[in-house]
Each structure stands twice: as structure tokens, then as C-alpha cells.
């Protein structure tokens, strides 16, 4: 994961060494005046996801090793992790386990640094003169031993930090990232360096790269098959990005024999992206920016057996008016052929955003004890760093998401844009019609159905044609709204975190006049500091031979501050709101000016699953700011 550079925003408001503070005697409604007022974690328990993946406390980034171990039939997620810290800095990783994705225990304890599973080393004094220092960065994880064999054997693949900064846009430090191993002989309660650390010293020879991290790396029998090998291999990829004119992001490519997962040998360059290139139209497939991190490289099978090849990466650099964080999750389906070299060759015919909002770092594992490959992602905050020491902590994971093919039969391409290299690939029949493949991706429904538990749901009729926006219900900030919208005549939607007077509310709309899925935000808080602008993503519904347009399935995760929007399994966008009020916990149906939606019934969760039971509602830390000679004096972090 990247080195994160964060203005010295709010640390006036640091409080080096304060501990908890009462938070049940906050106001129901908060306004600026009142937060700089509040010490260190006042706001911890206000806007905090519960039935999201979360650290104890502190600075959350990528989700990291995740496996599924057949052994204690116990899944392990770890995490890039600031324990005592709301900033990026000394990165280390957390961990925690579940027997069924739902629940979680975090291994160690959720106090403090607790749950720490993998630190910086050997030393404070010496870090920066150690091969993993200055840094845990991402990585993945497996069930095997170093020879390929399972016999309770834990292994992390990570990659360790020596000198720091490191950024796509500023100079590559030589050295500075190396691939290595950490391993469990405890079933992942304690972890330890491989004695042969690190097992990639250097980046491709004559690379001038932007970053070279974030190791992905799995046994894959396709991959064999098509490669020709005589024996099971793994395989690694890795995010990277070559400087200056030529470069653009990379995809390192290598393999190892399975009997030795220390032996490794680079393949070559998956594909060669040029600078900030775009796939397709812009708002439809993204931008591939200047460098890749998080990268992963995987096929999945569809219902007729065949194989589909994919790539996730992070891109980095690609700013926009409508997207304005610069760093976007994508995806790719390709075409993946052999070199001449016996390398393999991708070459992308679809794609899009995994995420049209926040969500970033996204990656995956297969869980072989439902034979399903499920997606994880990192949510940031969007509080433009604004009461961040109040909060006391930042960031959290999307519920996991299952990613499957979607094959979609009898489209039709009446005004042409089911065509164009964007999302689905379409293959043309004798007949003029269409079958589309795209990657989607849901909710785990195990996960979802579990979160609902024995609530009674609110289900609203609505199954009329509306003409004006109206309330629905209450709900609250912790809930599950699922809906159907269709026949659209102009911009609809729907409205949730609404005020009974609608001082704050957040809508959720869709425009049928440029195929745009829209959240407005501009009254999501009556705090001006935090963010407002409206999130968009593009969605493009099927038309089918016999002439009807598809319907749009939303559904929407509200848990305190993080916001979920899926539509038909291959839309998503997530985002942040934080509402003022207390009593913002509205829902119903938006309708633009002059328009026209049908509606299904919706139905509501109030979703009041503890996914980590074991901690304390509250289980802030202690805030510590760190020194300048910690820091390299702020330039390696900010300290806070």
C-alpha cells in the first residue's frame, strides 16, 4: 500500500496522551462549534460502523492475507493498521478470525496494539536500516506450508518497507520495497519472519518504477494449463508503474514451482497501459493513472464452464471534478494468451470501476469451504480530515462481496452503447441479438441474511407509479434498504438519512439522460466541514429483444457513516455521510422535477448485528502523537 502524505490538518487538536472520554452526554444535534470543543474519541461511538469489519481503533487502510484455513476451519483477515494513531503511519498489520465471515474476534486482545499480528522491525532505533522498518505493507495469504503442502502451516506474502517516503510522484528510493514472508505454525495466533526474508530483493531489471508492492499470490491450475507447465506452480502479481514518457501502471508477473514458494521467477509485464490511459469513455471504465497497487489477477468460471480472466488494481494519480480522490478501484476482463516467452498475455476487452466511490485496495481470496472467490475493500473516511482525534479512529471494510460472471442472453443495442468497450462484452448473434458477460459482484448472502437476523423488516408498498418524492418510514444508522425502480422518465431515486424536517438528507438517484447512478450529498450533514459533493458512477441497464429495459435493483447499507449502494450485482459505489442529527434516519422515494419512476416494494432492516462481539461498544485507545525523531522529523509520517 501506498505511502500516505496527509496535511497537519486538525493536529492543533491532538491531544498527546488523553485517554477515552464520556461520549453518551454528546448533544442530538452537533454542530462545528460543539466538535472543537470535544476531546480525543468524544465522537468515537457517533458515526462508527457495527456491522462492518473494523480495527479496535485507530488508522485502518488495506484488508491483507485473507484465507480460509481447512485445518481449524477458521477464516483470518488481517489489516494495514495505526494502532493509537488516526493517520497512516508506522504501518503495521492487525488481525482477527471468524469461523463464518460474520462475526469477528480480534486474536490478541482489541486494546491498544493488541491485535497487532505483524510489526515493523528489529527496532526503533535501527528500522530504517531494516528490510521491513519502515513498513507492513499489503499482501495475501494462504493455507500452505513453503512447500505447497497443508499441514496447518499459515504463510503471508507482504511487502517490507526500508526507506520511506514512497509515492508514484516523487523520486523511487532504490531498495525500498522488497517482497518477503511471514509464518504461522500456531494456526495464525503468532507470526514470524522467513529466515530467507526477503525472497524478491529487487524490482524487473531496468524498470524506473513508480512502486513495486502489495504482493497477490496463488496456486492456479488454469494458469498452469495454459502456461504449459510440467508441474503445479503459484503465481504472483504485484502493483507497479513505470516513470515518464512510455510508462503508465504495470503488472508484474511471476511464478514459483509449488514445491518451493521461495523460487521465484519473473515473467514479464502482464499488459503495458500507457500513462492515465482509459479503456473505454472515462466515466464508464475509469483511468488507469500513473500506478497500480493492490493489484490481483484470477479467472472465474461462468455457467457454461468457461473461463473468464480478470484483473483488480488500485490506479493512482487519475484526479477528476466528479471522482475527486485520485486513486480509483478498477476491473478488467482480458484475453489472456502465451508469449513467445512462456509468459502470458493480457489484453482487456471490458471493464470499470469496482467501485464507483471511496472504496480502494480491493482484493480477494478463494474461499474453498463455499468455492466461492470473495472480494474485500478498504473504506476511507470523507471527512475532509476534520474531527478526526474527536473520532478516534478511520476507516473500515465493505461487507465481503462474492464476484462471479454475469452472462445476460436476448439484449438488444437499440442506441449503440451496449457495444462500445466498456463494461459488458457482448457477443453478436445471427439473429441481432446480443449475449453480454460482466463481472458482478453481491453481498454475500450467508453475511447479509446473518446481519438481518430475527429483526422484522419494515416492508412498504409501493408498488405504484410516483410522481413526487415522499417519506416512506424511520429506519435507522444502522440499516438494510432494498428496493426496485424501473420505467424512469427522468431523474429518480431514493432518499435515505433524512430529518424529520429535511434539514439533512442524502438521495440516491439515477439519471436515464446520461446512465448515471448519483448521491447527493449536499445536505448529508449541516456540518459544513465535512464533505458534500455528489458522488457518480455510471450504470447502463440491458434492453432486451422483447423490447422492456431492466429494473433497477438497489440496495443500500447504512452503517453509522458508511454507505453501500448495489444495483443489479455490477454497480457499486460506496461512500461516506455524517449527519448533525441524531434523528437523520429517513428513508423513501426521490423524484426529480417532471418525472416519472415505477416502484416495487421496499423493504428495511434495522441492523443491530455486533459483528465483533468479544470488544466493548467503545473500545477507543489511547491517542499518541509521535515524536519528530520517530518521524524522521514528519517526513515519513505526520505523527498523528
Not at 497443508?150 to 522488497?178: H, M, R, S
Not at 511471476?254 to 521465484?264: C, E, K, R
Not at 428513508?587 to 434495522?606: E, Y
Given at each position: ?160 518497507v526500508q526507506y520511506l517516503p514512497t509515492n508514484w510522484a516523487v523520486p523511487y528510493i532504490k531498495g525500498t520495497e ?463
Amino acid at each position: 500500500m501506498m505511502f500516505w502524505s496527509i496535511p497537519l490538518v486538525g493536529l492543533a487538536l491532538a491531544l498527546p496522551s488523553a485517554i477515552a472520554q464520556n461520549t453518551s452526554a454528546l448533544p442530538a444535534v452537533l454542530t462545528a462549534d460543539i466538535i472543537e470543543g470535544l476531546g480525543n474519541n468524544t465522537l468515537f461511538t457517533r458515526w462508527r460502523p457495527k456491522y462492518h469489519f473494523i480495527s479496535p481503533a485507530g488508522w485502518l487502510n488495506d484488508p491483507c492475507g485473507m484465507l480460509y484455513d481447512p485445518t481449524t476451519d477458521t477464516y483470518h483477515l488481517h489489516y494495514q493498521w495505526h494502532p493509537n494513531h488516526v493517520n497512516w503511519g508506522n504501518i503495521s498489520w492487525g488481525h482477527a478470525t471468524s469461523k463464518d465471515l460474520i462475526t469477528w474476534t480480534d486474536v490478541g486482545g482489541w486494546e491498544d496494539a493488541q491485535a497487532q499480528s505483524v510489526g515493523t522491525g528489529p527496532n526503533p532505533d535501527s528500522r530504517n536500516t531494516s528490510y521491513y522498518g519502515l513498513g507492513i505493507f499489503s499482501g495475501s495469504g494462504q493455507p500452505y506450508n513453503l512447500k505447497g503442502e497443508q499441514d496447518g502451516t499459515l504463510i503471508n506474502f507482504y511487502t517490507t518497507v526500508q526507506y520511506l517516503p514512497t509515492n508514484w510522484a516523487v523520486p523511487y528510493i532504490k531498495g525500498t520495497e522488497k517482497q518477503s514472508i511471514t509464518i504461522s505454525h500456531d494456526g495464525g495466533q503468532t507470526w514470524e519472519q522467513y529466515a530467507g526474508n526477503p525472497i524478491i530483493s529487487s524490482p524487473p531489471e531496468g524498470w524506473n518504477i513508480t512502486g513495486w508492492r502489495d504482493p497477490f499470490v496463488e496456486p492456479w491450475p488454469e494458469m498452469d494449463a495454459l502456461l504449459g507447465q510440467d508441474e503445479p506452480h503459484w503465481y504472483m502479481v504485484l502493483g507497479s508503474g513505470i516513470k515518464g514518457e512510455g510508462g503508465g501502471g504495470r503488472i508484474p508477473f511471476y511464478s514459483a514451482p509449488a514445491s518451493n514458494l521461495t523460487d521465484w521467477t519473473f515473467l514479464g509485464a502482464l499488459w503495458e497501459p500507457e500513462r492515465n490511459e482509459t479503456l473505454g469513455s472515462l466515466l464508464e471504465t475509469g483511468t488507469y493513472g500513473f500506478n497500480f497497487e493492490v493489484s490481483n489477477f484470477f479467472s472465474l468460471t461462468d455457467e457454461d464452464d468457461d473461463v473468464h480472466y480478470y484483473t483488480l488494481m488500485g490506479t493512482e494519480g487519475g484526479n477528476l471534478t466528479w471522482h475527486p480522490r485520485a486513486q480509483w478501484g478498477l476491473w478488467n476482463e482480458g484475453m489472456v494468451t502465451r508469449r513467445e516467452n512462456g509468459s502470458a498475455q493480457f489484453t482487456p476487452v471490458a471493464g470499470g470501476a469496482i467501485d464507483s466511490g471511496l472504496l480502494y485496495a480491493v482484493t480477494s481470496f478463494w474461499d474453498a469451504k463455499n468455492n466461492r472467490r470473495v472480494q474485500w475493500g478498504w473504506a476511507n473516511e470523507e471527512n475532509n480530515n476534520y474531527a478526526i482525534n474527536q473520532q478516534g479512529f478511520q476507516g473500515a471494510m465493505a461487507i465481503p462481496r462474492e464476484m462471479y460472471v454475469i452472462k445476460t442472453k436476448n439484449l438488444t443495442n437499440a442506441d449503440g452503447g451496449l457495444s462500445t468497450k466498456g463494461n459488458t462484452r457482448v457477443v453478436e448473434h445471427g439473429d441481432g441479438t446480443f449475449t453480454g458477460y460482466t463481472l458482478g459482484a453481491r453481498p454475500l448472502p450467508d453475511v447479509v441474511e446473518a446481519l438481518h437476523g430475527d429483526a422484522s423488516p419494515q416492508t412498504i408498498i409501493t408498488a405504484d407509479t410516483c410522481n413526487t418524492s415522499s417519506s416512506a418510514g424511520n429506519g435507522s444508522s444502522h440499516m438494510h434498504l432494498k428496493t426496485t425502480l424501473s420505467n424512469f422518465t427522468g431523474p429518480a431515486g431514493v432518499v435515505i438519512a433524512q430529518s424529520p424536517g429535511r434539514e439533512e438528507q442524502t438521495i440516491v438517484w439515477y439519471s436515464p439522460e446520461n446512465y448515471t447512478i448519483n448521491i447527493d450529498r449536499s445536505h448529508s450533514s449541516s456540518i459544513d466541514e465535512f464533505a458534500n459533493y455528489t458522488m457518480i458512477g455510471y450504470f447502463y441497464p440491458y434492453t432486451f429483444s422483447n423490447g422492456t429495459q431492466e429494473s433497477l435493483h438497489m440496495d443500500i447499507f447504512v452503517d453509522g457513516s458508511l454507505v453501500e449502494v448495489i444495483i443489479n450485482d455490477r454497480f457499486w459505489l460506496t461512500t461516506r455521510i455524517y449527519p448533525a442529527r441524531t434523528d437523520s434516519t429517513g428513508f423513501g422515494i426521490w423524484v426529480g422535477d417532471n418525472a416519472t419512476v415505477q416502484t416495487s416494494d421496499m423493504t428495511v432492516w434495522d441492523i443491530t448485528t455486533n459483528v465483533f462481539p468479544d470488544r466493548p461498544v467503545n473500545s477507543s485507545s489511547e491517542l499518541i502523537f509521535d515524536t519528530p525523531e520517530e518521524t524522521n522529523d514528519y517526513i515519513w509520517w505526520t505523527g498523528n
